[in-house]
């Protein structure tokens, strides 16, 4: 694998400089050009290097060797999201600088599944037959839907032993349920009538622009001008255009599953609009405002288990649509909650409120949990144990959803090292040793897995 580092590299780059953002869908394209293009670079590589490849109609492929019945399987993604403004390197240039790619998808997620795709690579040639087969699959939906591997697991099968090199190390033994609610309340009138809402790009993105509009009454003109000229917000831009006032909001996007690391921006204008806002129509705002709050406490949702922790709620998405606006919630709750209770508790107390909020949608992809006792888990573990030293590191919880949670038998391992770069934030970077690294660790992952796998089948 270190005569090969420099292989790795460059198909690394080559892939990290596809702009491979999801877009209209084409013939046998169904994420766009560029999430095929991406596809087909990875499994011209595996056709390259000799390994069987099979294309799924564009929405998923996978590059395989070995025999027997056992199947050990990695399942990357090559799909990334939206790039938003702030970045200082070019987003798909995959610039070296200090010992650093600079790309989006280093680390989220076309850096590991090269490393993974080299792992397998280096097996084929040296290890020989293992008794199982070892297959790299290729995503190209992860990031907005997991239509791909929903396609995938209509006609593959599922492997003995899967990981999905997606998240920290060793592994996530438990990732939190996913919901994502669609919450709309009607534009309202009066002193302070809101007519405008529009931020975000993703539900598990924090908004970081924000630009909110509402008409000011000629009887409380004096009242919001007073609070703008008290405004003490320096990430708000405000303005008049005659009886309109616009707001305008700066914050910082990051993963939506760690919405405490960001900076929403849709909650800085809502919060002003809430301050701002005369008493006849202050509950209006306030409601809307709770909605921002990250603990998901404005939808009635809060709470914790003890293996999990708190849940936690992203507002990634404002809009405006007709006479209404709509609030996109990305929700990670705790392991041991069913998402039906969480859409209950989410009903039950927006109905409570006065400002007529409804919950207009609500879709939920279940938790995964492992017994850290699993024979994955243990296998994971012990090889991480004897590649790095690191006898202290555990296996961990998160709130992120993986490839996991949508195929048996599977957890998602790590991918990076402090001073990479997190994923969904701008400037996204991998060191290039820990690519090299990452590839050699998930080699010995892949072939213990392999005889496992032999032995269990």
């Not at 766009?32 to 056709?47: F, M, P, S």
């Not at 190390?169 to 809402?197: C, D, Q, R």
């Not at 992809?365 to 699993?374: I, V």
């Not at 590649?387 to 919880?397: A, F, I, L, N, Y």
């Amino acid at each position: 694998m270190r005569q090969h580092e420099q292989d790795l590299l460059n198909d690394t780059i080559a892939m990290l400089q596809i702009p491979s953002l999801e877009s209209e869908a084409l013939p046998n394209a169904p994420y766009g050009a560029e999430c095929r293009r991406a596809l087909d670079l990875a499994l011209q590589l595996g056709h390259d290097y000799g390994f069987v490849t099979k294309d799924i109609e564009g929405h998923i492929g996978y590059c395989e060797f070995g025999s027997g019945k056992g199947l050990v399987m990695s399942l990357g993604h090559l799909d990334v999201v939206p790039v938003g403004p702030g970045w200082k390197h070019a987003p798909f240039g995959a610039e070296i600088v200090d010992g650093y790619i600079y790309a989006r998808g280093t680390t989220d997620d076309k850096g590991p599944s090269m490393a993974a795709f080299y792992a397998a690579r280096a097996i084929k040639e040296t290890v020989g037959d293992l008794g199982a087969r070892i297959r790299i699959v290729f995503g190209c939906n992860e990031e907005s839907g997991f239509g791909c591997i929903h396609r995938y697991t209509q006609t593959e099968e599922a492997p003995t032993f899967g990981v999905a090199p997606d998240s920290g190390w060793p592994l996530i033994h438990a990732e939190k349920g996913i919901a994502n609610l669609i919450v709309e309340a009607p534009l309202n009138s009066g002193e302070f009538a809101l007519i405008e809402l529009a931020g975000g790009q993703r539900p598990n993105i924090v908004i970081d622009h924000c630009v909110a509009r509402v008409r000011v009454a000629a009887s409380a003109r004096s009242h919001v001008e007073g609070k703008v000229a008290d405004s003490w917000d320096r990430n708000l831009t405000l303005s008049w255009n005659g009886d309109v006032l616009t707001v305008e909001a700066i914050g910082k996007a990051c993963h939506g599953s760690i919405p405490y690391g960001g900076d929403n921006a849709a909650a800085r204008a809502m919060r002003f609009l809430a301050e701002a806002s005369p008493l006849s129509t202050q509950t209006y705002f306030e409601e809307l405002s709770w909605l921002t709050h990250p603990s998901g406490v404005g939808v009635g949702i809060h709470g914790r288990d003890d293996v999990s922790q708190d849940l936690t709620s992203n507002l990634g998405i404002v809009s405006t649509s007709g006479s209404a606006v709509q609030f996109t919630i990305n929700v990670r709750y705790p392991v041991t909650w069913k998402g039906d209770v969480l859409r209950d508790r989410a009903l039950a107390h927006l109905a409570s409120l006065k400002s007529g909020l409804t919950l207009a949608q609500f879709t939920d992809s279940p938790s995964l949990y492992f017994p850290l006792d699993h024979p994955l888990v243990d296998t994971l573990v012990r090889v991480y144990q004897e590649e790095t030293g690191d006898m202290e590191t555990k296996p961990g919880v998160m709130g992120g959803g993986t490839y996991a949670r949508a195929i048996p038998n599977t957890v998602s391992i790590g991918t990076s090292w402090e001073g990479d770069g997190l994923a969904h934030e701008t400037d996204e970077r991998l060191k290039i040793e820990h690519l090299f690294r990452a590839s050699r660790i998930y080699a010995h992952m892949f072939i213990e897995l392999a005889m496992l796998a032999a032995q269990t089948e």
